[in-house]
């Protein structure tokens, strides 16, 4: 027995002078001593060959200073001091749910003798952590543990989501670091689309993602409002979508999506989670959708840019030659009492313009985080309003007021029709009459000579009640209800459409509500706002929405042929303001005015800005 004892030692001194480097360090006790009570616990040979070979035995446990001491009982060993060398491990440790639960290296790292480096084999840490987490045994059926059992060791393991040492409470499944661990340990690996590639899996799951409602309020901060992707698609669980148990399997969707949706429908699912509007051979309905928006889009803006261009340019020429025109003592225009005052608009007209302004400047200031989410400013927008929730409420109580102020235009337009008795001729005449918002052939006469006039091939000219540029506005505004407020309602009731339209009808309500809203904004930020206020005869306002009056100047200068025909009716006198608007009324609706009109500047240039960084999706 004794040559067998010497043997073995003589065996762990040469594994010891083998090993790269002989640790002296915490050598209060040769090895070689402790082997002779401690030989059946430590095996010289394996523990040589380990990780920790290098180590004396006293550099773990470094209590034992007297080998006397020792062997009487006095001195005993407590658990080893890993913190000593893997002081990173240790710190982690210490801030985790084991530690919390008194859960030790050791409890782990039960092999520490002859522990060997696990060499990033995923399956070792299957292995362990599957030994006190028995109810987490359907991971190794699902796709991550089949392929990390397979040997694939890009597939999720324990460790690549709960970390190896620094592992937290997953706590209230609800609260906000739940919901985001939810998503973001999965981004982690899915949004490398070169490990994606790789394993041939869907590589474009968490772009569409991120474009979607549920990932822009993530992404924005505040995922415990929406679906993240273990909500879909489990956690440990995660199966093929044919997979009769997976919770993406289409007999088990209603189920899954009820967990959000509790009056989830099957047409209801039916709704592209990961749909790609630029993927025209798997989701052509989205991308001809997309083409056909994007198309507006740019055909709108073209147009209208181009018109306000031009109107910039010939605007600021004729302001130059009117002013050297006075310059040379030359009146311009020769009117009797200029400044007299006449109405254009009534109270009604007045009180419905002030609508829409307060309802588009709340969807404007509310929507457009949510547009353009990757950018520092939507999210510090969304934090103002208290988080995405309390935007939600207030852009849709502003949509309550679009459609307040829509109705309110139809119950004008039925007025104008069928009721006033100050409107000559039938429904059909009044329609298309010079009083009517309705486009005319007369249009087409003022558009060609405002090109002309644009191009210098002719006198600026004079319109009739409304200019086509104005009935464009007011009839964006029964397109817009269409497009942004049909589509706005699909998305604020989706389980209610859901019983009778597909799922993806929502893919396209989200493009076409997306879509036609930034047109709507940039529209009214660059192409109306210069039409009303921007424009060289107007700059830096017209007042005129706010008080509905206008000076005799303006009124035959822009619209004399109007006033032509209320001078042959002798209606020019009826028009007459007994008043004007006093100071007061002035000053608080210029301040109003101005307030809004920079508001929509200032959300202009934001939008500018998204665009050129890259974040306008």
């Known amino acids: 027995m004794k040559m067998i004892r010497l043997l073995i030692l003589l065996l762990f001194s040469i594994a010891l002078l083998a090993a790269p480097a002989v640790a002296n360090y915490g050598m209060a006790i040769s090895p070689e001593i402790c082997l002779e009570c401690h030989d059946d616990v430590v095996s010289p040979i394996k523990y040589g060959q380990s990780v920790h070979g290098q180590n004396a035995c006293t550099s773990c446990h470094v209590e034992v200073t007297s080998l006397e001491?020792?062997?009487?009982?006095?001195?005993?060993?407590?658990?080893?001091?890993?913190?000593?060398?893997?002081?990173?491990?240790?710190?982690?440790?210490?801030?985790?749910?084991?530690?919390?639960?008194?859960?030790?290296?050791?409890?782990?790292?039960?092999?520490?003798?002859?522990?060997?480096?696990?060499?990033?084999?995923?399956?070792?840490?299957?292995?362990?952590?599957?030994?006190?987490?028995?109810?987490?045994?359907?991971?190794?059926?699902?796709?991550?543990?089949?392929?990390?059992?397979?040997?694939?060791?890009?597939?999720?393991?324990?460790?690549?989501?709960?970390?190896?040492?620094?592992?937290?409470?997953?706590?209230?499944?609800?609260?906000?670091?739940?919901?985001?661990?939810?998503?973001?340990?999965?981004?982690?690996?899915?949004?490398?689309?070169?490990?994606?590639?790789?394993?041939?899996?869907?590589?474009?799951?968490?772009?569409?993602?991120?474009?979607?409602?549920?990932?822009?309020?993530?992404?924005?901060?505040?995922?415990?409002?929406?679906?993240?992707?273990?909500?879909?698609?489990?956690?440990?669980?995660?199966?093929?979508?044919?997979?009769?148990?997976?919770?993406?399997?289409?007999?088990?969707?209603?189920?899954?999506?009820?967990?959000?949706?509790p009056d989830a429908s099957e047409l209801f699912t039916m709704f592209y989670a990961h749909g790609d509007m630029t993927d025209r051979a798997n989701y052509p309905v989205l991308y001809w959708t997309f083409i056909a928006m994007t198309g507006l889009l740019i055909g709108?803006?073209?147009?209208?840019?181009?018109?306000?261009?031009?109107?910039?340019?010939?605007?600021?020429?004729?302001?130059?030659?009117?002013?050297?025109?006075?310059?040379?003592?030359?009146?311009?225009?020769?009117?009797?009492?200029?400044?007299?005052?006449?109405?254009?608009?009534?109270?009604?007209?007045?009180?419905?313009?002030?609508?829409?302004?307060?309802?588009?400047?709340?969807?404007?200031?509310?929507?457009?985080?949510?547009?353009?989410?990757?950018?520092q400013w939507a999210q510090t927008l969304m934090n103002f309003y208290g988080g995405s929730e309390y935007a939600g409420l207030i852009h849709r109580g502003c949509a309550v007021i679009t459609f307040y102020y829509f109705v309110s235009a139809l119950v004008l337009s039925f007025d104008f029709l069928f009721i006033r008795k100050d409107i000559k001729g039938v429904w059909l005449q009044r329609l298309f009459g010079p009083d009517s918002l309705c486009p005319n052939l007369r249009d087409i006469k003022d558009v060609t000579a405002m090109v002309k006039w644009f191009l210098f091939m002719g006198p600026k000219p004079t319109f009739e009640r409304w200019t086509y540029w104005e009935k464009f506005d007011f009839l964006a505004v029964f397109w817009g209800m269409f497009a942004i407020g049909g589509s706005g309602l699909m998305l604020w009731f989706p389980e209610l459409f859901g019983l009778f339209l597909p799922g993806w009808a929502f893919n396209v309500a989200t493009i076409i509500h997306s879509d036609e809203a930034l047109l709507a904004t940039g529209f009214i930020f660059t192409v109306h706002f210069f039409n009303t206020h921007g424009r060289p005869e107007k700059f830096p306002m017209d007042f005129v929405i706010f008080n509905g009056q206008i000076s005799k100047e303006e009124f035959i200068e822009e619209r004399g042929d109007q006033w032509k025909r209320y001078e042959e009716e002798g209606r020019t006198e009826e028009l007459a303001c007994k008043r004007v608007s006093g100071p007061i009324f002035d000053m608080f609706f210029k301040t109003f005015g101005y307030l809004a009109l920079f508001t929509g500047i200032a959300c202009l240039i934001l939008m500018i800005f998204a665009f050129m960084a890259g974040g306008g999706h």
């Open 300 to 375: 709108t803006f073209a147009v209208f840019w181009i018109h306000t261009l031009l109107w910039m340019v010939r605007g600021f020429v004729e302001n130059r030659q009117q002013l050297a025109a006075l310059h040379h003592g030359k009146s311009v225009v020769h009117v009797s009492e200029p400044h007299k005052q006449y109405a254009r608009f009534k109270a009604r007209h007045i009180i419905l313009h002030l609508t829409v302004i307060i309802s588009f400047l709340g969807l404007t200031l509310t929507g457009i985080p949510l547009k353009f989410s990757t950018q």
């Open 69 to 261: 001491a020792h062997t009487s009982g006095e001195l005993m060993p407590s658990a080893p001091k890993c913190a000593k060398c893997h002081a990173k491990e240790a710190t982690e440790h210490y801030s985790s749910v084991h530690m919390l639960n008194d859960i030790s290296c050791a409890d782990c790292h039960d092999d520490v003798h002859i522990h060997n480096y696990w060499k990033n084999d995923k399956t070792k840490i299957i292995a362990k952590c599957t030994n006190c987490h028995t109810d987490h045994e359907d991971y190794k059926s699902s796709v991550h543990g089949v392929a990390v059992l397979a040997g694939n060791q890009d597939s999720a393991a324990c460790s690549d989501c709960h970390n190896l040492h620094q592992i937290q409470a997953i706590g209230d499944p609800d609260n906000h670091a739940t919901r985001e661990f939810h998503t973001l340990v999965c981004l982690k690996c899915h949004d490398d689309k070169e490990m994606m590639d790789r394993n041939g899996v869907f590589n474009v799951a968490v772009s569409t993602y991120m474009e979607s409602y549920h990932g822009k309020n993530y992404r924005l901060g505040f995922p415990e409002k929406v679906a993240g992707c273990a909500d879909c698609h489990g956690s440990h669980n995660v199966l093929p979508q044919d997979n009769p148990q997976s919770m993406v399997n289409e007999a088990n969707l209603v189920k899954t999506c009820a967990q959000c949706h």
